[in-house]
């Protein structure tokens, strides 16, 4: 028998941990172990997507003077009347996108000159493979030796593929879909709308397909449409949870190309420049989009153009998976009406007051009397602006999120076995290397059998922390592997860590000993999987500044990472009453703790003490009229060192006097 290891750092998405209101976890594709990359294509596919800021108008203004910043070498720009050359290198053409909105917005506005510090709003562009940095820097780049105004764009601005897909009914499917998995789902006549704040009391921000036969409108208040529709059946709105699986779609349709980022509050745009052939081209890649999100229960509305504008346009206001092509992008766009542009209610307003009213009619008429018409409008609410953007002329590349690292190791065995147990050592050992070059710990860990009879068998196991001691990590799989059936036998055997989080190295003590924390947190491991993880707590921190609500015990397994509430030193005793036991007070003082009290049945008289520090009541979950509490560290008469407070000061609302409670004891 031979094994062949393999330890690849998986291009697929993880996991994201389950947020509050989210819907239940979507389903991904299978992950495969990762074949290796050749050399020669790891640069160009490795490199930082640009990005690109536009600039005030403000800015745009002094780009009608003489520019004097770096140009191709041989290459000169004609802005408005003036020419300008000066030598450069490494920038080619990709500097003709922004000199013709530059000089078609400045019009017959007056001429400056720019100075050698940049304009505040000046544009900051990050070249593609070039140094990080660039992106953050204070350097206005302007592009020279663009062509006129009413130029085509290049051919390299219009030969990607970009695909926007509108969810058009996100909100409400992602409810629709949760309470279907809890089996609460309404019925389909049943008026259903979410409801989020407004100005003036509940709003309606979306609503099932009964709502709008009944004549249910978003945006409209949610009384006005109870009058409409005295049924109508209310659900608050989740933002938070919408946009926590909006994310994980995003992550998800990463199976049709590797670029893709959300598009707003309900769209998603990918970049499938290259991809689209793979899947039998354009209009059958957009097939396939709209049946695996209709497969999930999300509505959508797909569609793929040259860019980012035109696709967002074609998608929201276009015909069904529309597909436009660089000779056919001008002929599908000009009907769209202008707010397939995503300018603002007043901006579309404004035009349609003067006669403007689908792309077409913008297109028809000057650059220079709109420029001059909507001089001070914000540079994304400019249409010139977002009509550069549909046509190509002003680049808008489409920046991708992060991707979680996935970290996975494979053995393929040359004839089938019964027992993986003796694999488990060399894989543990290969997946916590590639955690280590990574700089990640696994909190969660899969191990999968693939049987000779096609089926598949896993094992789960999870950590305290982040961990990567291969044998740590393979001692929790010792009571699991008799779950497996071995059937006819296996052929292949991977370990993933389905849940990872950065890891720092931690200095061990300086007399060779281990850190006390991960050794804790080895025996929590260890009885959580002997036990079950349910029967495992632990302390866990909680966001309250009351000693008693501070902490509190939580599944071992199921906390977040150490570190995310910071901790703040203060005095505390070692101990805790869960109730605080109140003592009887026979000598006060006016201020300070009292002489003299009575606790247990025994006289106690205070030697030496320290305070107060007042600590007020929490009044976002505290009833009205909680008192402020004193706190003192206290030192008695045979050296018992307590921690007592009172709940009250003299004189305040309350007609009770103040009573004393004893909280804590040192030592």
Same mark, same amino acid.
């Given at each position: 028998?031979?094994?062949?290891?393999?330890?690849?750092?998986?291009?697929?998405?993880?996991?994201?941990?389950?947020?509050?209101?989210?819907?239940?976890?979507?389903?991904?594709?299978?992950?495969?172990?990762?074949?290796?990359?050749?050399?020669?294509?790891?640069?160009?596919?490795?490199?930082?997507?640009?990005?690109?800021?536009?600039?005030?108008?403000?800015?745009?203004?002094?780009?009608?003077?003489? $520019?004097?910043? #770096?140009? @191709?070498? %041989?290459?000169?720009?004609?802005?408005?009347? =003036? +020419?300008?050359?000066? !030598? &450069?290198?490494?920038?080619?053409?990709?500097?003709?996108?922004?000199?013709?909105?530059?000089?078609?917005?400045?019009?017959?506005?007056?001429?400056?000159?720019?100075?050698?510090?940049?304009?505040?709003?000046?544009?900051?562009?990050?070249?593609?493979?070039?140094?990080?940095?660039?992106?953050?820097?204070?350097?206005?780049?302007?592009?020279?030796?663009?062509?006129?105004?009413?130029?085509?764009?290049?051919?390299?601005?219009?030969?990607?593929?970009?695909?926007?897909?509108?969810?058009?009914?996100?909100?409400?499917?992602?409810?629709?879909?949760?309470?279907?998995?809890?089996?609460?789902?309404?019925?389909?006549?049943?008026?259903?709308? $979410?409801?989020? #704040?407004? @100005?003036? %009391?509940?709003?309606?921000?979306?609503?099932? =397909? +009964?709502?709008?036969? !009944? &004549?249910?409108?978003?945006?409209?208040?949610?009384?006005?449409?109870?009058?409409?529709?005295?049924?109508?059946?209310?659900?608050?709105?989740?933002?938070?949870?919408?946009?926590?699986?909006?994310?994980?779609?995003?992550?998800?349709?990463?199976?049709?190309?590797?670029?893709?980022?959300?598009?707003?509050?309900?769209?998603?745009?990918?970049?499938?420049?290259?991809?689209?052939?793979?899947?039998?081209?354009?209009?059958?890649?957009?097939?396939?989009?709209?049946?695996?999100?209709?497969?999930?229960?999300?509505?959508?509305?797909?569609?793929?153009?040259?860019?980012?504008?035109?696709?967002?346009?074609?998608?929201?206001?276009?015909?069904?998976?529309?597909?436009?092509? @660089?000779?056919?992008?001008?002929?599908?766009?000009?009907?769209?009406?202008?707010?397939?542009?995503?300018?603002?209610?007043?901006?579309?307003?404004?035009?349609?007051?003067?006669?403007?009213?689908?792309?077409?009619?913008?297109?028809?008429?000057?650059?220079?009397?709109?420029?001059?018409?909507?001089?001070?409008?914000?540079?994304?609410?400019?249409?010139?602006?977002?009509?550069?953007?549909?046509?190509?002329?002003?680049?808008?590349?489409?920046?991708?999120?992060?991707?979680?690292?996935?970290?996975?190791?494979?053995?393929?065995?040359?004839?089938?076995?019964?027992?993986?147990?003796?694999?488990?050592?060399?894989?543990?050992?290969?997946?916590?290397?590639?955690?280590?070059?990574?700089?990640?710990?696994?909190?969660?860990?899969?191990?999968?059998?693939?049987?000779?009879?096609?089926?598949?068998?896993?094992?789960?196991?999870?950590?305290?922390?982040?961990?990567?001691?291969?044998?740590?990590?393979?001692?929790?799989?010792?009571?699991?592997?008799?779950?497996?059936?071995?059937?006819?036998?296996?052929?292949?055997?991977?370990?993933?860590?389905?849940?990872?989080?950065?890891?720092?190295?931690?200095?061990?003590?300086?007399?060779?000993?281990?850190?006390?924390?991960?050794?804790?947190?080895?025996?929590?491991?260890?009885?959580?999987?002997?036990?079950?993880?349910?029967?495992?707590?632990?302390?866990?921190?909680?966001?309250?500044?009351?000693?008693?609500?501070?902490?509190?015990?939580?599944?071992?397994?199921?906390?977040?990472?150490?570190?995310?509430?910071?901790?703040?030193?203060?005095?505390?005793?070692?101990?805790?009453?869960?109730?605080?036991?109140?003592?009887?007070?026979?000598?006060?003082?006016?201020?300070?703790?009292?002489?003299?009290?009575?606790?247990?049945?025994?006289?106690?008289?205070?030697?030496?003490?320290?305070?107060?520090?007042?600590?007020?009541?929490?009044?976002?979950?505290?009833?009205?009229?909680?008192?402020?509490?004193?706190?003192?560290?206290?030192?008695?008469?045979?050296?018992?060192?307590?921690?007592?407070?009172?709940?009250?000061?003299?004189?305040?609302?309350?007609?009770?006097?103040?009573?004393?409670?004893?909280?804590?004891?040192?030592?």
């Amino acid at each position: 028998m031979t094994e062949e290891m393999h330890a690849r750092i998986l291009p697929f998405p993880a996991r994201p941990h389950a947020t509050a209101g989210a819907a239940a976890a979507l389903p991904l594709h299978m992950p495969h172990v990762s074949q290796t990359i050749p050399a020669a294509l790891q640069g160009p596919l490795l490199r930082p997507l640009s990005v690109i800021r536009l600039a005030q108008v403000q800015a745009i203004r002094a780009w009608a003077g003489a $520019l004097e910043l #770096d140009a @191709p070498e %041989g290459k000169a720009a004609q802005v408005g009347s =003036r +020419a300008v050359s000066r !030598a &450069g290198s490494g920038l080619g053409s990709r500097w003709s996108c922004l000199t013709d909105h530059a000089s078609s917005v400045a019009g017959a506005m007056p001429h400056h000159r720019m100075k050698d510090e940049p304009h505040p709003g000046s544009p900051v562009i990050a070249r593609r493979g070039g140094d990080p940095s660039a992106a953050g820097s204070d350097r206005a780049s302007v592009p020279v030796g663009g062509t006129a105004p009413d130029a085509p764009p290049s051919t390299q601005a219009r030969s990607r593929r970009i695909v926007s897909i509108h969810l058009t009914d996100f909100a409400m499917d992602r409810w629709l879909r949760s309470a279907a998995a809890r089996q609460d789902a309404p019925p389909d006549d049943l008026p259903v709308v $979410l409801a989020t #704040d407004g @100005p003036h %009391g509940p709003v309606v921000s979306a609503t099932n =397909r +009964a709502g709008r036969m !009944a &004549g249910v409108r978003c945006g409209l208040r949610v009384v006005d449409m109870r009058a409409l529709c005295p049924g109508l059946h209310v659900v608050p709105a989740d933002p938070d949870g919408d946009r926590a699986v909006l994310d994980r779609l995003v992550l998800w349709a990463r199976r049709w190309c590797p670029w893709t980022a959300p598009d707003g509050p309900d769209g998603i745009v990918m970049d499938a420049t290259g991809s689209d052939h793979l899947w039998g081209g354009p209009a059958e890649m957009l097939r396939a989009i709209e049946g695996s999100l209709g497969a999930l229960g999300f509505a959508s509305r797909p569609a793929m153009a040259p860019t980012r504008g035109a696709a967002w346009a074609l998608a929201r206001h276009g015909a069904v998976r529309a597909v436009a092509m @660089p000779d056919t992008l001008a002929t599908l766009t000009a009907p769209l009406p202008v707010q397939a542009l995503r300018l603002d209610p007043a901006t579309v307003l404004l035009l349609q007051r003067l006669g403007l009213g689908t792309i077409g009619d913008i297109v028809a008429v000057p650059r220079g009397s709109l420029a001059r018409r909507f001089a001070d409008a914000p540079p994304m609410q400019h249409p010139l602006a977002r009509l550069d953007q549909l046509q190509g002329r002003l680049p808008e590349p489409v920046n991708a999120t992060y991707d979680p690292p996935r970290f996975a190791v494979q053995a393929r065995l040359a004839e089938p076995v019964q027992d993986p147990t003796p694999l488990l050592p060399d894989l543990c050992a290969a997946l916590c290397q590639a955690l280590a070059d990574a700089g990640h710990g696994a909190r969660r860990l899969t191990l999968t059998v693939y049987r000779t009879d096609a089926e598949v068998s896993t094992v789960t196991a999870a950590t305290a922390r982040a961990s990567r001691d291969p044998d740590h990590l393979r001692r929790l799989f010792d009571d699991r592997l008799t779950r497996i059936d071995p059937g006819f036998g296996f052929e292949l055997v991977t370990l993933a860590a389905a849940t990872s989080e950065p890891m720092t190295i931690g200095q061990t003590r300086l007399d060779g000993g281990t850190e006390g924390g991960a050794v804790l947190a080895q025996m929590v491991d260890r009885l959580s999987a002997r036990l079950g993880p349910q029967a495992i707590r632990t302390p866990a921190r909680r966001p309250s500044h009351i000693p008693e609500r501070s902490l509190g015990w939580a599944l071992a397994l199921s906390q977040a990472p150490r570190g995310t509430i910071p901790w703040t030193w203060m005095d505390r005793p070692l101990r805790l009453y869960d109730m605080p036991e109140e003592i009887f007070v026979l000598y006060a003082l006016p201020e300070g703790p009292p002489a003299q009290f009575r606790w247990r049945r025994v006289t106690c008289r205070i030697a030496r003490f320290a305070g107060p520090e007042r600590i007020a009541p929490e009044w976002w979950s505290d009833r009205p009229g909680t008192r402020l509490r004193d706190y003192y560290r206290i030192e008695d008469d045979v050296c018992r060192r307590l921690w007592i407070y009172r709940d009250g000061v003299y004189g305040d609302d309350h007609r009770d006097p103040p009573r004393w409670f004893v909280h804590g004891i040192y030592g």
